[in-house]
């Protein structure tokens, strides 16, 4: 048997290409014996019909080039006619023979049908392989009658001859046919398994990296904490102003989101180069000064890697825009996919203004909002703006969803 | 001090603090005692005490972490919620781990607050749960959303769902806008936008009810199949 290489790319070419190589030996070294028996027969002189004989083994010779250089074994049409020929040479050996000859001298077909039982077994299994071995086994009794000897005629030795044969034929198919469901049963366990150790690897890288994250902001974490004990123990003295304490709580708060990020557990895990929206977003945020944002989205949502970069640049300006001018007292980025787009909010409670866009233009107010369109239209998307004076505002990006895995 | 908070010269609201630091249940008394809209009946320190302490007090409403020794958060909610209907719970969590702050919600919880919320924002909960306004951040609402959205797909008879209404407003919550804010909106009255919210609580509670009839009636066929 061919060894079993685990690439796990063909499922079950290894083992089978084994099996067929083994059936093709034999049937070219039954050949060849075949071929020489029939040689010695002529010599002998024990043909009836040599000439029939030398045609039937020329016919079996195209035959095993034709099935050797085209791998027709493969093809269940092919295999039934190596059927159909080893069926026919039974017969006809009995034919070509002189007549009883078949008792005392060498058997013209030799062992060679068998290679028939062999390549119907390892192409169909355990049931065809016995089915063949059946088909050949009255092929063996009707080779005696074509012989001259027909059943009522043979003696108890004839039979047993006969009973040999048939358990050959048999056992031949079946086994080649156990052989055949051996192999491709441990193929699909083999291909189970690579799927199982390729999901614990991509488990295990992710879980890493989370593990770098978490490493990354608990260093920052210990390292603020540390921070405010320091300073905080100074607050009670006389020299530290309202902006330094401002300063502090703003550094706590900072730590504070991420650790909020980190904790919460990531929903589903992402599709292979995808990236979750949500992640995008908390990173988006995070660090924004001056303007409290939570981060909120509707059950899993994912982004091409290729597009983070470009959503989560819009939607850091937009919030820098709220922080900067809105004097807003919060921010809210929300997000969801809907009917094939995800659609991004970011809103604040501010001032809100009159979204007016030439106006906005005469008085070189666009060039931020420009910015944020230009990211989100590259994208295939689009932005809206809506705002009133008193009322805040809210902008609204959406992102179509592709379904293509590498047009991003 | 106390005239500053108590409207109409209402009595304060009776709190119970239930938090397993020591330092936060201080800081949340100061808080609301402060602000003379409520007085601390009690505190306590896990999920028995607040299971106890509730039924000893009775209070107006039960303030508490999820994150409690002995019982848990969401399991000390369930019990005052079925034991003691009239008493409000309202959840103060540090994390607002996701699907706990839900499961509270689910179970009886009237609404949920973050710690890192300011004390104005606090005190203002509390005085809404007590009003029986649902105190929804606009990070519930999309939990909320995502758990209606996440069964829209599936059938499931007489299962309750959110109507387009219902779902507008939900998503106006998650975006960050206030009752008021909604109500100027989509020109309805704030107590409509809170009946809404109201009944997607209720809705979502149903549907915990629903979850549970499921899961045990699975259960059962799965016996039956043994």
Do not use: C
């Not at chain 1, 083994?22 to 019909?49: E, P």
């Not at chain 1, 065809?128 to 027909?150: E, H, K, Y």
């Not at chain 2, 909960?125 to 069964?151: C, I, K, M, Q, W």
């Amino acid at each position: 048997m061919a060894a079993i290489n685990a690439s796990g790319t063909s499922e079950v070419e290894p083992g089978m290409r084994g099996l067929w190589l083994g059936v093709l030996v034999y049937r070219w070294a039954t050949f060849v014996w075949m071929a020489a028996v029939a040689l010695a027969l002529t010599v002998r002189q024990d043909l009836r019909l040599p000439g029939l004989a030398l045609v039937a083994v020329l016919v079996i010779l195209a035959w095993n080039v034709w099935l050797s250089l085209t791998g027709g074994w493969e093809r269940t049409l092919d295999r039934r006619i190596d059927l159909g020929l080893a069926l026919a040479l039974l017969p006809l050996s009995g034919l070509v023979m002189n007549e009883e000859a078949i008792r005392n001298t060498l058997f013209f077909a030799t062992s060679f049908p068998a290679t028939a039982a062999l390549t119907f077994g390892a192409g169909s299994g355990v049931a065809g392989g016995l089915f063949a071995g059946a088909a050949l086994s009255l092929g063996l009794v009707a080779s005696r009658a074509a012989n001259g000897l027909p059943p009522d005629e043979l003696t108890d030795d004839d039979w047993g001859v006969l009973f040999n044969g048939v358990f050959y034929y048999l056992s031949a198919g079946g086994a080649a046919g156990v052989v055949r469901r051996v192999l491709v049963r441990s193929a699909g366990e083999r291909s189970l398994a690579v799927e199982e150790a390729t999901r614990q690897r991509e488990k295990a890288a992710r879980l890493a990296e989370r593990e770098a994250l978490g490493r990354e902001i608990h260093d920052s974490v210990l390292q603020a904490l540390a921070l405010l004990r320091k300073r905080g123990k100074e607050l009670t003295g006389p020299f530290v102003s309202a902006e330094e304490i401002h300063e502090l709580v703003e550094l706590a708060g900072h730590q504070e989101q991420a650790l909020r990020v980190l904790l919460s557990e990531p929903h589903a895990e992402a599709p292979e180069g995808m990236v979750s929206l949500r992640t995008t977003l908390e990173a988006a945020a995070f660090g924004v000064q001056g303007v409290p944002v939570s981060v909120t989205t509707v059950g899993p949502a994912w982004l091409f890697s290729t597009e983070v970069k470009e959503v989560q640049g819009a939607v850091r300006q937009a919030l820098e825009n709220v922080a900067e001018h809105a004097n807003a007292t919060r921010a809210t980025v929300f997000a969801e996919a809907l009917d094939g787009e995800l659609v991004i909010s970011i809103r604040d409670d501010g001032g809100g203004f009159d979204y007016d866009e030439p106006r906005l233009a005469r008085e070189g107010k666009l060039g931020l909002l420009k910015s944020m369109k230009g990211r989100i239209e590259e994208l295939g998307g689009s932005m809206q703006v809506h705002s009133a004076p008193g009322r805040g505002t809210e902008v609204e990006f959406r992102v179509p969803v592709r379904r293509g895995s590498d047009d991003g | 001090m106390v005239d500053q908070g108590s409207e109409l010269g209402a009595e304060p609201i009776r709190v119970l603090v239930v938090d397993d630091h020591p330092v936060w249940r201080d800081g949340i008394r100061a808080d609301l005692e402060s602000s003379g809209v409520a007085v601390v009946v009690g505190e306590g320190s896990d999920g028995g005490e607040a299971i106890d302490l509730a039924h000893e007090h009775m209070p107006d409403i039960v303030l508490m972490d999820l994150r409690l020794p002995t019982v848990s958060g969401v399991d000390a909610i369930r019990r005052i919620a079925e034991d003691l209907p009239h008493v409000r719970i309202l959840v103060l969590s540090a994390t607002g781990e996701e699907q706990d702050v839900l499961e509270a919600v689910k179970v009886g919880a009237a609404g949920y607050i973050l710690k890192s919320e300011t004390r104005a924002d606090i005190v203002d909960a509390v005085r809404r749960v007590h009003r029986g306004e649902p105190v929804f951040t606009s990070g519930l609402a999309g939990l909320v959303l995502s758990e209606f959205r996440r069964v829209a797909g599936k059938e499931s008879a007489g299962e309750p769902r959110l109507s387009a209404r219902e779902n507008e407003i939900l998503r106006l919550v998650a975006k960050g806008y206030t009752y008021r804010e909604i109500a100027q909106h989509l020109y309805i009255s704030v107590k409509t936008v809170q009946n809404h919210v109201q009944n997607i609580l209720k809705k979502l509670q149903m549907r915990k009810r629903y979850e549970l009839m499921r899961y045990a009636i699975q259960r059962g066929l799965d016996r039956a199949a043994d």
